[in-house]
């Protein structure tokens, strides 16, 4: 491959024909940056042929790098950070209509414990990173990686709760039109929070341990989500969120 090379043409290629169909961008751009984070490709092509696709890879690499390091407690995710926020800036700057820079940037947002307020209408939803959301949904309303960037900031692992990513996950699978992948947020919450050591067959003895089961408020493994009042919020409500 050419970007693992050293050489950007196929990414240019790859990402140019990409421009009117955000899905495939996100996805490219994607895997392009997870090609590319390891060399100097992108800060290379930025500087040699500043095009928005250049930009956008390098806003890629520039957050993959950020949650690598955050993951490994580097002391330099902080400095790393801003760097990937101010390429984001940029590449939200040269493509005003492409909603990937921001999903980039959503991505990030479960570093942080962001503690906004969710749209009227939405009840007991959790706080989150809903400006940021709702910022993205105003370019591409059905945007598959955003749905998945946002869920994930309230996921247990991401200091959220079973209940919280239930809830948004529920929320967001019931607004998503029929034939839409985003019907399944629920089922991906539901996967997220399974613990295979904590959760077995109703009926069982014991754990696959030996040791007895757990009662049914102690079993975090397979959680089952408390029932919540029905909200209902059209995708112009959530938008029009100030960003």
Same mark, same amino acid.
């Given at each position: 491959?050419?970007?693992?090379?050293?050489?950007?043409? +196929?990414?240019?290629? !790859?990402?140019?024909?990409?421009?009117?169909?955000?899905?495939?961008?996100?996805?490219? +751009?994607? &895997?392009?940056?997870?090609? *590319?984070?390891?060399?100097?490709?992108?800060?290379? %092509?930025?500087?040699?042929?500043? /095009?928005?696709?250049?930009?956008?890879? %390098?806003?890629?690499?520039?957050?993959?790098?950020?949650?690598?390091?955050?993951?490994?407690?580097?002391?330099?995710?902080?400095?790393?950070? @801003?760097?990937?926020?101010?390429?984001?800036? @940029? *590449?939200?700057? !040269?493509?005003?209509?492409?909603?990937?820079?921001?999903?980039?940037?959503?991505?990030?947002?479960? #570093?942080?414990?962001?503690?906004?307020?969710?749209?009227?209408?939405?009840?007991?939803?959790?706080?989150?990173?809903?400006? #940021?959301?709702?910022?993205?949904?105003? #370019?591409?309303? %059905?945007?598959?990686?955003?749905?998945?960037?946002?869920?994930?900031?309230?996921?247990?692992?991401?200091?959220?709760? &079973?209940?919280?990513? %239930?809830?948004?996950?529920?929320?967001?699978?019931? @607004?998503?039109? !029929?034939? +839409?992948?985003?019907?399944? #947020?629920?089922?991906?919450?539901?996967?997220?929070?399974?613990?295979?050591?904590?959760?077995?067959?109703?009926?069982?003895?014991?754990?696959?341990?030996?040791?007895?089961?757990?009662?049914?408020? /102690?079993?975090?493994?397979?959680?089952?989500?408390? *029932? /919540?009042?029905?909200? @209902?919020?059209?995708?112009?409500?959530?938008?029009?969120?100030?960003?």
């Amino acid at each position: 491959m050419d970007v693992r090379a050293g050489r950007y043409r +196929s990414a240019r290629e !790859a990402l140019a024909d990409t421009r009117d169909d955000f899905g495939l961008r996100a996805h490219r +751009s994607l &895997v392009l940056a997870s090609e *590319a984070a390891d060399s100097d490709l992108a800060e290379r %092509w930025l500087a040699e042929e500043p /095009t928005p696709e250049a930009a956008l890879l %390098w806003a890629r690499v520039a957050v993959l790098r950020t949650l690598r390091a955050a993951a490994a407690h580097d002391e330099r995710a902080e400095a790393l950070e @801003r760097i990937a926020l101010t390429a984001c800036e @940029r *590449a939200s700057t !040269a493509a005003p209509h492409d909603p990937t820079p921001w999903v980039a940037k959503l991505t990030m947002a479960r #570093l942080h414990d962001i503690r906004e307020p969710a749209p009227q209408g939405l009840l007991t939803a959790p706080a989150g990173p809903w400006r #940021l959301f709702s910022h993205v949904l105003r #370019l591409d309303p %059905w945007n598959r990686e955003a749905h998945h960037r946002f869920l994930a900031c309230f996921f247990t692992r991401y200091g959220g709760s &079973v209940n919280a990513a %239930w809830d948004v996950a529920a929320f967001l699978g019931q @607004r998503a039109p !029929a034939t +839409s992948p985003l019907r399944l #947020l629920p089922l991906v919450a539901l996967v997220e929070s399974y613990n295979p050591r904590n959760c077995w067959p109703t009926g069982s003895g014991s754990s696959p341990s030996g040791a007895p089961p757990p009662s049914p408020s /102690t079993r975090t493994g397979c959680p089952r989500p408390r *029932a /919540t009042a029905s909200r @209902r919020c059209s995708t112009s409500r959530i938008s029009r969120t100030p960003c």
